[in-house]
């Protein structure tokens, strides 16, 4: 019976040495591009509203397939009815607003439908999304966003958008966490 001996050369220990040590600096070079971000957006959360002239509109179906073509993800979703007070707590940061007793009276007309949404930047990507806030406006200038599709006017803009990655937190608790009394679930479907 023969016996063969192999035995590593210098040259092709050094050979499968720097292989080794070649792949390990790639791959760890990969991650830690990967971990730091490099740059890239960050995946966030935000909270969209479809208000009462959306939903009365029967723009529902048409605002959730422009949110999923976009590529967000819906969290969760409901339908509720916002009492008086709800509403004026939900947009407190506008009370000395000459518009914010009108605000409150049509936020609380119809129920909304709330949503969470998750996407690289999201709260920047829905805002840019839904245009600019007098949806009259948005018909000029942004017409392919949402509020040019089914709103009317400022306040009559068929949708809301959180304006920070803070605003946005505080209004996702404000209406999965710790719903206020005056805050009705009509229906409650979490995705």
Not at 42 to 48: D, I
Request: some cysteine; overall charge neutral; aromatic content about 12%.
């Amino acid at each position: 019976m023969l016996q063969m001996t192999v035995r590593p050369t210098p040259f092709l220990a050094r050979s499968m040495l720097f292989r080794f040590f070649f792949f390990f600096f790639f791959f760890f070079v990969l991650s830690v591009a990967r971990s730091s971000g490099g740059g890239e957006a960050k995946s966030e959360r935000t909270l969209a509203i479809i208000k009462p002239d959306g939903l009365f509109g029967n723009h529902t179906d048409a605002v959730k397939k422009i949110i999923l073509e976009s590529g967000f993800r819906i969290l969760k979703e409901k339908i509720v009815q916002l009492d008086q007070e709800s509403a004026a707590s939900f947009y407190a940061e506008h009370s000395a607003r000459s518009f914010f007793h009108s605000l409150v009276q049509y936020m609380t007309s119809g129920p909304v439908l709330v949503m969470v949404l998750e996407k690289d930047d999201a709260v920047s990507s829905w805002r840019t999304l839904i245009g600019p806030t007098d949806a009259s406006k948005a018909k000029i200038t942004h017409p392919q966003s949402i509020r040019a599709m089914c709103g009317t006017d400022a306040e009559k803009n068929c949708v809301h958008g959180s304006d920070s990655p803070q605003s946005a937190q505080r209004e996702i608790s404000f209406f999965f966490d710790s719903m206020p009394s005056g805050v009705q679930a009509i229906e409650h479907d979490e995705l």
